[in-house]
């Protein structure tokens, strides 16, 4: 699903080659690339995150980061366009969370409403198909028919 974003805390993280695992709530872990990491940038209300020229920042163990989870080709989860997250207080934390889990479902609703409208486009499609063949068959049998009659 794109553009669902999880938030997790690093869990080990190996300074020397750049990389790491994030854990999410669930328990899920996610391995980190240093060079995948993005910044944030606001446009009004929409956070837009762009790879760019900054000095990539290593995290540290037990730092909240924000991800798009994506599988890779060698089988295990990633986190993909992540970035670090700084929070004032816990109740902060808390609030960001309730909020992306929000749009996550709301995110996951969209795509279900897509899945059943793709579905009930595929029926119509089998069923304007299943008339075609019956009017096709018809009318090959009052020719057959015709002909008998002739």
């Known amino acids: 699903m794109k ?12 300074q020397d080659r750049g990389f790491g695992f994030a854990e999410d709530d669930a ?25 760019d020229d900054r000095v990539k920042t290593a995290p540290e163990m037990g730092e909240y980061v924000s991800f798009e989870p994506i599988d890779n080709d060698q089988a295990r989860r990633k986190a993909s366009n992540w970035t670090l997250v700084r929070w004032e207080n816990y109740a ?49 049998t009052l020719q057959f028919a015709r002909e008998l009659l002739q």
């Open 92 to 140: 902060q934390a808390e609030q960001a969370k309730e909020l992306l889990r929000l749009k996550n479902l709301e995110l996951a609703r969209q795509a279900e409403l897509d899945r059943q409208s793709r579905d009930r486009e595929i029926l119509r499609f089998r069923r304007e198909k299943r008339i075609m063949r019956n009017r096709q068959a018809a009318a090959a």
């Open 27 to 51: 328990g899920e872990t996610f391995f980190c690339l240093l060079k995948e990491q993005v910044h944030p940038r606001f446009r009004g209300d929409v956070i837009i995150y762009s790879s």
């Open 3 to 14: 553009g669902k974003r999880l938030i997790g805390r690093i869990s080990y993280w190996e």
